[in-house]
């Protein structure tokens, strides 16, 4: 007898065979999972009650249907020491299966935010989502001026930008690969000399010393962020120099400062 009904049984089978043991000749066994249940073997045979199909786990996989972390390791949250950890920060994840999908997103505003997410790539079952935040600390390195822990080269380019180059990226690229450009700012044209002169004080960072066309030298205090060192109207003085409340006017350069 054919009704056209339909029946929830089973969220995924992988394999199905006739039941040879069952009383019927319509009985099935079934490889397979339950949101439910669990992953396991099931029997599925008209109830003698409801006269419809029904399934019963006959013996369980032990394992989830349903897409679920069996041990994880999450990014941290709070304060992260990066050097006491020995400069890696480890976040995983042992899933219930292979059959997922899984990112890692970390956005940079002041703090880390993190987002962990495994979907499962059959959609059976809800996604697995942590989120969390947490910001790193770490002692500054010399010449790192944006706080990754690697030396940076600046460069001044033919408008007077000022641009950063970090040393380990610039290590680890492939032949096709170029150089990932940090713009640091422009007006750097008002110097005749810009010199990584290591940390002066002020800040705890690498700070820089440039030279305008008067012989005033200008004091940039470093601050280990990924936009420093900030080209602000540089109001302290180096070595004795002057003091001014607004950046010299941008001059043709004499020589192109790396450091
Ligand atoms: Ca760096
Ligand atoms: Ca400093």
Redesign the pocket.
């Known amino acids: 007898m054919k009704t056209g009904e339909t029946f929830p049984l089973l969220d995924h089978v992988t394999s199905l065979v006739p039941d040879s043991d069952s009383d019927s000749d319509d009985g099935l066994l079934a490889v397979g999972g339950t949101l439910a249940h669990s992953e396991g073997l099931y029997r599925i045979a008209l109830d003698e009650t409801t006269g419809k199909p029904a399934v019963i786990l006959v013996r369980t996989a032990g394992l989830p249907t349903a897409l679920t972390a069996l041990k994880e390791s999450l990014p941290p949250t709070g304060t992260f020491d990066f050097d006491r950890a020995g400069g890696t920060l480890k976040a995983g994840w042992t899933l219930s299966r292979f059959n997922a999908r899984v990112s890692l997103t970390l956005t940079f505003n002041g703090a880390y935010t993190q987002t962990m997410k495994a979907e499962p790539a059959n959609g059976i079952g809800p996604s697995i989502e942590r989120k969390g935040s947490f910001t790193l600390t770490r002692a500054p390195?010399p010449?790192?001026?944006?706080?990754?822990?690697?030396?940076?080269v600046l460069a001044r380019l033919w408008d007077g930008t000022l641009t950063?180059y970090?040393?380990?990226q610039v290590w680890n690229l492939d032949a096709y690969e170029n150089p990932y450009e940090l713009p640091i700012g422009g007006g750097w044209k008002a110097y005749d000399r810009i010199l990584a002169v290591g940390n002066l004080g002020g800040t705890r960072d690498s700070d820089l010393v440039a030279r305008d066309k008067d012989g005033v030298l200008w004091l940039y205090q470093g601050e280990g962020s990924y936009t420093a060192p900030s080209p602000r109207a540089p109001g302290s003085a180096a070595a004795g120099a002057s003091t001014t409340s607004s950046p010299p006017d941008p001059t043709t350069p004499t020589t192109d400062a790396t450091t």
């Open positions: 390195r010449h790192d001026f944006d706080g990754n822990g690697s030396p940076d950063s970090d040393v380990r």
